[in-house]
């Protein structure tokens, strides 16, 4: 069993920055990709960003590319979506997610088996 709690969601203004960090406990074992997802009010929940398990590898929607980072620290059992340049339509639930198996940063759902209770980030106009 592996429990995530997603922290550090808010209110921001647009050009904001925030940073959403994600705390791993119960059973972390290596060679996991940990995954962001986002879901805006009315639509379907989509990826936002992956890494691997040693941090080299990651994807990126294209929406958020250039304005968001991902980063972990293995030892704190802990990954971290760092947002810049918060736009309106940033506006979500974010939630974070453990890969369902080692391998690279997979960005479909169903490639994720643990996933955190969501964190709101609400970025005005």
């Known amino acids: 069993q592996v429990h995530l709690v997603e922290s550090g969601g808010g209110l921001v203004q647009a050009g904001g920055s925030l940073r959403l960090s994600c705390a791993a406990s119960g059973r972390t074992v290596s060679g996991y990709a940990m995954g962001w997802f986002r879901q805006a009010p009315g639509k379907e929940r989509e990826f936002v960003t992956a890494i691997d398990w040693s941090g080299d590898a990651t994807k990126y929607a294209d929406s958020v590319k250039g304005r968001f980072t991902t980063s972990r620290d293995n030892a704190k059992n802990t990954v971290y979506l760092q947002m810049n340049s918060l736009k309106p339509e940033d506006t979500a639930v974010y939630y974070c997610?453990?890969?369902?198996?080692?391998?690279?940063?997979?960005?479909?759902?169903?490639?994720?088996?643990?996933w955190g209770q969501g964190a709101q980030v609400t970025v005005s106009s």
């Open positions: 997610a453990r890969g369902k198996y080692p391998g690279p940063p997979w960005t479909s759902e169903r490639d994720y088996a643990y």
